[in-house]
């Protein structure tokens, strides 16, 4: 290879390798994104592909030998049998290892141009297994990168082949090879995206229902059956996914409210759990079902709300407040004895229903019901039945209510006890303690929503109160781009309900505020924009059925409408000059706005023209300081040319600049053009750049000839 052509190639090569390095890391973005890929995975991949790219960049040096890489592979085969009988014990994911494991594999090992196609195979592989996983929104930008990779990798691997194959030294210019490059490729995964939209948009989307049957997305979030082990739920607050999304209609802040789901009225020590006797079955007419008692309308403030599932594995329906009727797509809904409200199957992702609730006031501030409700003899003594416990706990709660005589009184003390003296923590206890109870009062007296809770309904048993476990969500973060409350795992929360004469099941909540929120601002906004994006992709996406196109086509041909009815009232005003507020405003800003239309019509037209003239200016003054390269001798001939073509003489296009210039034998214009071809011929093929300033003399020559 000539010395001259070697950094080119070099410079090819490098852009060639980082494009098929960047197919499989997209693949592997995408597959993380997913949120189904295991930690010790992602480690070792990314260790791989952070590898490679240190050895493309030069920075190490990678030498495998094929026995190396055989081993490697056959190694691979016992541990895929390995992983599908004990570690994974699925299919799905063992082999979305075993594509993983391939696609690092060739990419740390390929050389020859079979290897490139094996790795994109691979890496196209690891885009498919992302798309069977995952059905977010993060998905489309994973794709997105790996088109701006597939099409950088097409084009530098032609411009390869062809310089490998090329029998003449290539003459094109390498200036800004790579970010030149760089932009075409994302300019035609744009183009693949644009024109891809349209079929994927109009085409009501069929994929995530023929898949739902092969792949479970939803996940399983333990609190809301009949059994919940001390420590579950501090478990789940440790992920933020979205768990549902919610709108609220009410033109009132609607902040700290809290998503019931289920209560809890048993407790052995460690654990939570439900008598099971047979709910009562509500009917649902024309998907309505009336949950209030029929005679029953307590005063009081009511809220409508709609509650949309995301990838939640439950069957209980969570409620603010007490609810009142519910519309939902469902036969029938079932009612347990601890006021909780299940369906007869667990929900499907997407699952919605709206609810119209009686929101609780503090029985401080609120009016008793009339008639006051009563808890029977039998419910009363399982609310107040305790397992063996440590005596301090009694000890402590009678310290706590001393000196307060109502139940309310002595509710609100052990309350503010456990808000004001000790610590919340989302650390999990790295052994399970003998006595959960006893170790977080007496011990190390933090812990999260749980032990709070627990410890008071205990307590408040151990004074004669009955009580019992809630569990549900707490509030969920507003959302004002979509306008949704968004309520995510990390939400999770447990609360106490105790019975008070007169007033009935009154909530407490004895957990303190979590001392380190977060806080980033710029996160959490980026967060906000990031949930709405999803909402509209599982909606319009996602869901976008027949139905949905009705929908949107009903909404554009509303919008047309009124637009053209304003577009008509606008201008009917204007004529007959009634619309004094429109004839004023033109008067005021319309020579403005004219001036401000002609300049923004002329840029359009003579912008393209004078940047160009620009470009050229800026050149000519480079060559007249000496800093001219080879293929500014172009640039100079075209001006040459331009100035002959005012004078009379134009150059056919069958003419070589020789052939051009014995054309012009015996006008006054010989000498000079005869000379700047040959400086011309000497810059543009001999590469001379010292000639270029002789090139700018003679164009003036020509200039004043």
Known sequence: MPRAVAPAAISVERFFQFSVWGLVASGFLALVGSGYLDLPSTILAGAGLLLRALAIQGLVRLDFSERAVSLLTAGYAAFYAADYLWLSREFLPATVHLVLFIAVLKVLTARSGRDHLYTAIAALLELLAAAML????????????????????????????????????????????????????????????????????????????????????????????????????????????????IRIFSREPASNLKWRGGALAIFDGKRWTNPAPAPVRIPVDDGQADVAAADSHPAGRRLNYHVEFDEIDTDALFFAGSPEKVDLHAQELLRTREDTYRLPYHSISGFHYDAYSLLEDPPETAAAPDP??????????????????????????????????????????????????????????????????????????????????????????????????????????????????????????????????????????????????????????????????????????????????????????????????????????????????????????????????????????????????LRIRVRVLRVRRGQANVGDATLLYGRMLHILKRRGFQKPVWFTPAEFAASLAGSHFERTVAEFTATYNALRFGRRTGVAPRLSALLDELERQ
């Open 134 to 245: 995952s059905i977010n929104f993060n998905f489309i930008a994973f794709l997105a990168l790996f088109l701006v990779f597939a099409a950088a990798a097409l084009m530098s691997g032609e411009i390869r082949r062809s310089m490998r194959q090329a029998a003449t030294p290539s003459r094109m210019r390498l200036r800004r090879f790579h970010p030149r490059l760089a932009i075409l490729s994302g300019l035609v995964a744009a183009g693949i995206l644009v024109l891809t939209a349209g079929l994927f948009f109009i085409l009501p989307r069929t994929a995530d229902a023929a898949l739902a049957r092969l792949i479970e997305h939803r996940i399983y979030v333990p609190g809301f059956s009949n059994e919940v082990t001390l420590g579950e739920i501090g478990a789940i607050k440790t992920t933020s996914r979205p768990m549902m999304h």
């Open 372 to 613: 006051a409700p009563v808890l029977a003899p039998e419910d009363r003594a399982r609310y107040l039945e305790l397992p063996r416990l440590d005596p301090r706990i009694a000890a402590l709660a009678r310290s706590f209510t001393a000196g307060a005589a109502a139940d309310l009184e002595r509710a609100r003390a052990i309350e503010r006890r456990l808000r004001t003296g000790y610590g919340y923590t989302l650390d999990l206890p790295k052994r399970e303690p003998a006595d959960p109870l006893a170790w977080f009062l007496f011990t190390r007296k933090k812990g999260y929503c749980e032990y709070f809770a627990s410890a008071m309904a205990v307590m408040l048993r151990s004074v004669g109160i009955p009580s019992r476990l809630a569990t549900g969500f707490q509030s969920g973060t507003y959302n004002p781009i979509s306008d949704l409350w968004v309520v995510r795992a990390s939400d999770a929360h447990a609360w106490v309900e105790a019975w008070m004469p007169g007033y009935g099941w009154t909530t407490f909540d004895p957990t303190p505020p979590d001392p380190h929120p977060p806080g980033f601002a710029l996160l959490a906004r980026l967060g906000m924009y990031l949930d709405a994006a999803e909402t509209f992709w599982q909606q319009w996406v996602v869901g976008y059925n027949i139905g949905r196109q009705g929908s949107l086509a009903d909404r554009a041909e509303q919008a047309a409408r009124r637009m053209g009815i304003r577009w008509f009232d606008s201008l009917s005003g204007i004529e007959a000059g009634w619309d004094v507020d429109a004839v004023t405003g033109l008067k005021r800003f319309g020579l403005w706005a004219t001036a401000v239309l002609l300049a923004g019509v002329s840029l359009c037209f003579a912008g393209p023209r004078m940047a160009r003239l």
